[in-house]
């Protein structure tokens, strides 16, 4: 991808630094990423859209980009979390819109502002309840089957916050390892750098860099848009993290070899000299780092399958989400 034809660079850098990449990535590594990326937004959008018709819709709903992510248990919980807060902000938001007088009404319990010294409103515990955290169920879950719901227990934890849990301690740890010996002045940047998006405040870009018009006809809500956004950032993530270890590798065996490249593995060995020059500072992510850490990401999520033959077995092999 030509630099001229980016569109997210600086977003890709940041989230680059965010994931663990100290140096500054050349273009021709966010242009490798950034087409990634673009692919398998489109490669989502035609699974939904084709799920989507499955269904009998005609547009592309939440509930199709929760089915290409199901088996990720982990990344559901999340993606579950992500818009049910999303949600009680914007409850919260609408509610000091309209004003504390829109919820006092001729009828309300005296009784219920006792414990606020001149307040005739609701309590605390109402608006509490009000801003709760609302529980989304999707269609295949066991309690879709039921037509009641058994009322949440204020100790009671979804059975897949577990799975999630363990991933978001296993990057907290890594983004305190990241962090631990930053400046203050570096740490507010990283800060600010995790606030990269592909979609915030950037919507009509993204929809003609996803080439919505050209992959599916719906016009996406909101929430679509939101869950891009989640997805492209953790694709980025997983992509500069398999990228690091690749130049890890990379790195070892150049140590050993005494080579520049990998390929080279005829230079014979050597120690290193009194007047050798200094070794070099921290070199970025490459771009046959992004494109190696792709193909495993690949080869991991497309499993081998037994040869049947025929001529289906010619046929192309489909993208795997990151």
């Not at 034809?5 to 140096?23: C, D, H, N, P, T």
């Not at 001149?118 to 309590?123: D, K």
């Not at 399958?305 to 192309?316: D, I, S």
């Amino acid at each position: 991808m030509a630099e001229k034809q980016a569109k997210y660079r600086l977003e890709i850098q940041q989230m680059m630094f965010v994931s663990g990449e100290a140096g500054e990535a050349s273009p021709e590594t966010t242009g490798i990423i950034e087409e990634i990326v673009r692919q398998q937004v489109i490669e989502i959008l035609t699974q939904c859209n084709d799920s989507a018709i499955r269904r009998g819709s005609r547009s592309i709903g939440v509930v199709d980009l929760f089915f290409l992510i199901r088996k990720d248990i982990a990344k559901t919980a999340r993606l579950k979390t992500f818009l049910s807060w999303k949600d009680v902000r914007k409850t919260a938001k609408d509610t000091d819109e309209k004003g504390g007088d829109a919820d006092i009404g001729a009828g309300d319990d005296p009784i219920g502002g006792a414990d606020v010294p001149g307040a005739g409103g609701p309590t605390v515990g109402d608006a509490t309840k009000k801003n709760k955290r609302s529980r989304i169920i999707l269609p295949w879950d066991v309690q879709s089957f039921y037509a009641e719901q058994v009322p949440e227990r204020e100790d009671e934890e979804d059975e897949d916050e577990g799975e999630m849990n363990e991933a978001t301690l296993q990057r907290l740890k890594a983004a305190d390892e990241r962090t631990k010996d930053m400046t203050r002045e570096e740490y507010v940047h990283w800060s600010e750098c995790r606030q990269a998006s592909f979609t915030f405040r950037k919507g009509k870009r993204f929809r003609e860099w996803a080439a919505f018009g050209v992959v599916t006809d719906s016009k996406p809500n909101d929430d679509i848009i939101d869950i891009l956004g989640f997805l492209t950032f953790e694709m980025v993530q997983t992509l500069t993290e398999e990228a690091l270890k690749v130049k890890a590798e990379d790195d070892i065996h150049k140590s050993k070899s005494g080579g520049k490249d990998s390929h080279q593995d005829k230079k014979r060995k050597r120690e290193t000299g009194l007047f050798d020059p200094p070794a070099e500072g921290h070199a970025p992510v490459g771009p046959h780092h992004v494109q190696e850490a792709y193909r495993r990401l690949q080869k991991k999520a497309n499993k081998p399958k037994v040869w049947m033959g025929g001529p289906r077995a010619l046929q192309r092999t489909k993208i795997q989400l990151i």
